[in-house]
Structure formats: C-alpha cells, structure tokens
C-alpha cells in the first residue's frame, strides 16, 4: 500500500519514562491512562497550515464526565537534525465517534464529534489553560470549560471514542514536524490499532511487525497481518475535572473498567 511520505515516516526517539500523573486543574484524576511510551513515534502535525496527516486512538468511557485535560508524549524538530528548537504555535485536538471492527477491516474514526485549537497557556493563568511542554517529551492540555469534551458512556454501556493529536507547526520558512509518540508495545493494548489519515480521510492502521525494540511499528490497510506481535497504540492520559456530586460516577466508571478489561490482540 502506498501513503504519504509525510504519513509513512516513522521517526526513532528515547524510551522515556512515564510523565507525572498529577493534574494542573484542581482536582483533575484521570480517565483513561495509557502514558508509558515507546521508542518510536508518527508524525501528526499542520505545517503552513497544510494538513499533513492526522493520528488517532481509541478509548472507552464508562463514566459521562467530561475530559478536560489531556497528556501525551511527542516531539518536533526544525532542521531536519533531531533539535528540538520551535515549539507548536498550538494544539489541534479532535474526538471522533467509533467505527467498529469488521472481518475485511479494523476499526477506525467515524463522525467528528469536537475540533479545538489550543493555544499555549499563559505564564499568569494559575488554571494553565492551553498546552504547555512539561520536559522530557512530556505535553499536557488543559481545555477551557467551554471545550471540554462531553462524554455519553456508562459503567454499564460503554462507549468508544477516538481522540486525534496534531500540532500547528510555525510558518518560518523551515521544514517542521511533530510526532506523536507510540505506548510501549509491551504494554497491553486496549482496543483496536491507532491510525492514520492524510487530508482524504481513509484511515489506515498501524501495528508491530517484532517485539523488537530495534523495529519500527509498519502501516497497513484491511484486516490486521496474523504474523505481527501486536495492535499499535498511542500514548496519552485523558482527565476530568468532576463536580463535588459526581465523585461517585467518577468510581463507578473506575470500576466498570475494571470488569470492562483489557483487550489483548491474538
């Protein structure tokens, strides 16, 4: 199959530990939390304002608070020669309905359900709103109360959703990228591959060939190769910010993962 080269190029980076899970709005906890990295990334960006490719990965809810902080692990460069020099002018993150698994294919985005553009946060907000560089790859977004991304699933329904991470790189005349980074593949995976779009919106999959650490993930279209280790997923932690009321939800989704479980690829 034949892709982008801006779609297709895997770039090698550091295995890095796992980011902080603390949380900057007062009294976030985390939803979903899947942070642990892996050595590789995909690039997922907007240069010039050209759509260059979108990531995206799946994730169930099963409680209706909503995420209003986001952390993931990623990194750009400018000149080609792995420095890290300019940081995104912002964040565009989306959250997408679900597609289910097919025998001929795997499942993948559907409708749009949220499109936000986030700025970096200011220096003098004690709430940190917008996105801000942690260090060591580490990135977190705090979404204004307007943005936060209202969620219908429950301990007892489930739902799956998507979330897509692309940065606006700045327009300076060089080349810009940024990749957003693997969950360790030795982690277990939750629920189908993460993907990749360019600007037709035909998702395509990505996977590990080899448990080794040595070998990039490969991209693939249809259903998922019967010889490769596994599914490939990406790294990132989803929060909430939940009323007083609603701390008992909050624990009833805790426990409907619980029994909802981990999904391993056969």
Known sequence: ??????????????????????????????????????????????????????????????????????????????????????????????????????????????????????????????????????????????????????QQGSAENPIVYWIGIQAVMPNNGNPEEFVWLFRNRNDATWGDDAVSAGANMTWGHWGWPSSDPASPPDFYEGAFPSSWYKSADMAFETSTVPEPSTFVLLGMGAVGLAFYGWRRRK
């Not at 490719?53 to 460069?77: H, K, M, N, Q, Y």
């Not at 949220?114 to 790859?137: C, E, H, M, T, W």
Request: one cysteine or more; charged letters at 20%; glycine letters at 8%.
């Open 1 to 150: 199959m034949k892709i982008s080269a801006s779609l297709a190029v895997l770039f090698a980076g550091l295995l890095l530990a796992l980011a902080p899970a603390s949380a900057d709005w007062p009294g976030a906890v985390p939803k979903w939390t899947q942070l642990n990295s892996d050595n590789w990334g995909v690039s997922s960006y907007i240069d010039d304002q050209v759509d260059n490719g979108v990531t995206a990965d799946d994730f169930p809810c099963t409680s209706s608070l909503p995420i209003s902080e986001i952390r993931f692990r990623g990194w750009g460069w400018d000149d080609g020669n792995n420095k890290s020099l300019d940081y995104p002018d912002k964040f565009r993150i989306t959250f997408w309905s679900d597609v289910g698994r097919t025998p001929n294919d795997e499942s993948h985005p559907g409708n749009l359900l949220s499109d936000i553009y986030v700025d970096p946060a200011r220096p003098d907000d004690p709430n940190k709103i917008g996105y801000q560089f942690l260090g060591n790859r580490n990135y977190i977004i705090n979404l204004p109360e307007q943005d936060w991304f209202r």
